[in-house]
C-alpha cells in the first residue's frame, strides 16, 4: 500500500531520515505496551478487532488495494471512561482517538451503548491507521502528521485542512463494511441490521448530506453511477495523492476544495458550526455569482477565527 516519501515537506538528510525513523520505531514500539490502568481486553474485543483487520482488507481489495498489513491487537487500547479521558489523545466526548506518529488507537468501552456502536467506534479508528499517512520533520526535528488519508496537518502547510471531509468518508466507509457484513456480525456478536442502520451509533452525521451533495453532483456531471463516484472517494483516503478529490473542483467551482478545507477545522464549537454551516451553504448553491460571494465571505471569516484561535494558543 506504502507508495511515494513518506516524509514530505522538505528535503531531509540521510542522517535526519534514520534518527527519525529509528524514533518513530520506537514509539510505535511503546504504543503496543497496556497504558497505565487499562484491563485486559475481553474475548469479544478482541474478537472485534481482529473481525475489523479481515473487514478492512477485504474492503481494501474490492477498491483494488492489497498489501493491508493486519493492525495489531496490543495497538488496539480499549479502555474505560476514566483511563480514556486521561489521555491527551481523544478529544472531549470522543469515543476514540489515534495518533499517526506513534500508531496508538485508543478506544472508549464505557461510552458506547451497545456492541455495534463499539464495534463502528473500533472500525472508524483502525481505517485512520489504514488511511495513507505522510510526516514532516520540522526545524527543530520534531515529527508531526502532514497527512492522514484526506486530512492534511503541519506547519509547512500553515494549517489543518480537510479534517471534516476526511472524517465523514472515514464514518461512510464504516457504514458501508457494517452494512456488507451485516449477516455475519449478527451470527458473532450479535449485532442487529436495526442497530447497524441506527444513525446515533455514527459520527460526523452532520456532514452526510454534503458528502451526498457532492457525490450525486460528481456523478451528474460525469455521467456515473453515484456507487462509483463514491468508490473512487472512498479509494483515495489509502493512495498516495489525493488527485479524487480534483473532480469536486471541476464540478462545484475552483473555489470549492479551499471552501471544503474550511470544514470541521476550527476548535472553538460555536465559531466550527458557523463555518460548516456555511461551507454546506456553499456546495448546496447553484448560482455561480452567489457561490463565489459565499466562498469569500468563509475564507476571511475562517482567516479571522484561525487568527484568534492562534492567539489564544501563543497567550
Known amino acids: ?25 520506537e514509539w510505535s514500539n511503546e504504543a503496543l505496551v497496556p497504558i497505565e490502568g487499562e484491563r485486559e481486553k475481553a474475548l469479544e474485543e478482541a474478537h472485534m478487532i ?52 506513534s500508531n496508538n488507537i485508543l478506544i472508549n468501552r464505557s461510552d458506547a451503548k451497545n456492541k455495534a456502536e463499539l464495534f463502528a467506534h473500533i472500525m472508524h479508528e483502525m481505517l485512520h491507521y489504514a488511511a ?11 515529527v508531526e502528521s502532514a497527512r492522514s488519508g484526506y486530512r492534511l496537518n503541519s506547519s509547512w502547510l500553515g494549517r489543518e485542512a480537510f479534517r471534516g471531509f476526511n472524517e465523514i468518508m472515514v464514518e461512510n466507509t464504516v457504514m458501508k463494511i457494517l452494512s456488507k457484513h451485516q449477516s455475519r456480525l449478527s451470527k458473532e456478536f450479535g449485532i442487529t441490521e436495526q442497530e447497524i442502520i441506527d444513525p446515533s451509533i455514527y459520527g460526523y ?56 478545507s474550511c470544514l470541521g477545522v476550527l476548535h472553538n464549537t460555536e465559531h466550527r458550526d458557523e463555518m460548516d454551516r456555511m461551507v454546506i451553504q456553499y456546495f448546496a448553491t447553484t448560482d455561480d455569482q452567489e457561490k463565489i460571494l459565499i466562498a469569500q465571505t468563509i475564507q476571511g471569516t475562517f482567516g479571522k477565527y484561525r487568527l484568534e484561535e492562534s492567539e489564544q494558543q501563543e497567550g
Do not use: C, W
Not at 500500500?1 to 520505531?25: C, H, Q, W
Not at 473487514?55 to 481494501?60: D, F, G, S
Not at 495513507?132 to 520534531?142: P, V
Open 132 to 142: 495513507m499517512q505522510r510526516f514532516h520533520i520540522q526545524e527543530s526535528g520534531e
Open 50 to 101: 481482529k473481525t475489523a483487520n479481515e473487514l478492512i482488507r477485504r474492503e481494501l481489495m474490492s477498491l483494488g488495494i492489497a498489501g493491508y498489513k493486519s493492525i495489531e491487537p496490543a495497538r488496539v487500547h480499549v479502555l474505560d471512561a476514566d483511563t480514556f479521558e486521561k489521555n491527551d489523545l481523544v478529544l472531549e466526548e470522543s469515543l476514540g482517538g489515534h495518533s499517526a506518529v
Open 205 to 260: 452525521l452532520q456532514y452526510h448530506n454534503l458528502l451526498a451533495t457532492i457525490t450525486e453532483g460528481i456523478a451528474h456531471a460525469k455521467s456515473m453511477p453515484e456507487p462509483d463516484v463514491f468508490k473512487r472517494l472512498e479509494r483515495g483516503q489509502f493512495e498516495g495523492t489525493i488527485l479524487a478529490i480534483k473532480d469536486i473542483a471541476r464540478v462545484f467551482g475552483k473555489e470549492a476544495l479551499r471552501v471544503l
Open 1 to 25: 500500500m506504502e507508495k511515494g516519501p513518506r516524509f514530505i515537506g522538505g528535503k531531509y538528510s540521510p542522517e535526519t531520515l534514520k534518527d527519525v525513523n529509528a524514533v518513530m520505531a
